[in-house]
């Protein structure tokens, strides 16, 4: 890795719970193996992978502030859900205190959270890395996305989102958001 990359982990280390660290640090690596396996840059997938969580321990008022002050754009759904802003909020904060620059970095951490519908490669890295990452906890299915990441890209992002839905259903949950919602609608036919 790095200098610049050392440089973010020991400032982000100075932040961010260690246990966020663990996991930013999974992802990272792990969006590095993506990158190598379906020929992105690594050096992009190593930056947006370490900075993709920067902003989620912020508290809600923060990530609503950041938001609305650089006009971020909150749709009501976020408004009654701000964690999920952290991706907004946490490109807004690598362009400004790490000055990344790069859409192929800063368009991986805004859309983390939900996906999009038709997701640029390096955007599945980090959505597919976050998800799979080695720190999280099995789950059922797991082992299948994990396997199927390194064959397919576009099917492992279907995958991820049905089993996300799955799982907010088993919670009771009845609204989900229409950004989760449309890139199941996207990915759904790749499953
Ligand atoms: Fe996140
Ligand atoms: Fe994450």
Do not use: W
Request: glycine share 8%; hydrophobic share 35%.
């Amino acid at each position: 890795m790095n200098r610049g990359i050392q440089n973010i982990i020991d400032d982000l280390s100075k932040h961010m719970s260690d246990k966020r660290l663990r996991h930013s640090i999974g992802v990272m690596y792990t969006a590095g193996c993506l990158a190598m396996r379906y020929g992105a840059s690594v050096e992009d997938a190593y930056l947006a992978g370490i900075l993709h969580d920067c902003a989620k321990e912020y508290s809600n008022d923060k990530l609503i502030s950041i938001c609305r002050k650089n006009n971020l754009g909150i749709t009501d759904y976020e408004l009654s859900n701000p964690f999920l802003l952290h991706g907004k909020a946490g490109a807004y904060v690598a362009e400004e205190k790490y000055g990344i620059k790069s859409p192929d970095i800063l368009g991986p951490i805004i859309f983390h959270t939900t996906g999009r519908a038709g997701m640029t490669l390096p955007e599945q890295i980090v959505f597919v890395a976050d998800f799979i990452e080695p720190n999280r906890k099995m789950i059922e299915g797991l082992e299948h996305i994990r396997h199927t990441a390194f064959i397919d890209i576009d099917k492992t992002c279907a995958l991820i989102v049905d089993n996300c839905l799955k799982y907010l259903k088993g919670k009771g949950c009845v609204d989900m958001g229409d950004d989760i919602l449309k890139t199941y609608d996207y990915y759904k036919n790749m499953l």
